[in-house]
């Protein structure tokens, strides 16, 4: 019997395990902005006009620490980006962004969102 409720046990924290995955991907959001200023382990971005995160703050400091070196694209002033994130900002001036799983270069305007 012990050994039964033990299975069980594990069973119901793995399913707690997926449910608490499911639920944060579903809550991923993104949004497109542009480069103010680049750092070592953050970038300093403008939402743009027409984002939600706009109506947060104007401007957004975006955490590159949990992006791996090799899938984070060489970042300069001005450059448009897209931002994928947790959809939590800390509401600070700049506000902050700490969940990021990618920033990615926006090629040209048709790549933007409001665009599509």
């Known amino acids: 019997m012990k050994k039964g409720a033990a299975v069980i046990l594990v069973f119901l924290c793995f399913l707690c ?11 991923a959001q993104d949004f497109d902005a542009k480069v103010l200023e680049v750092f070592d382990h953050a970038v300093l971005v403008e939402p743009l006009a027409g984002e939600p995160e706009r109506k947060s703050a104007d401007q957004i400091m975006v955490s590159t620490v949990e992006i ?29 962004i ?4 990618a920033v990615s270069l926006v090629e040209n305007d048709a790549e933007l969102k409001k665009a599509e």
């Open 17 to 27: 395990l997926v449910v608490t995955s499911c639920a944060e991907s579903a809550s």
């Open 68 to 96: 791996p070196a090799d899938r984070l694209p060489l970042l300069e002033e001005g450059q448009l980006v897209r931002v994928a994130y947790s959809g939590s900002i800390a509401e600070s001036y700049p506000a902050q």
């Open 98 to 101: 700490h969940e990021v799983f």
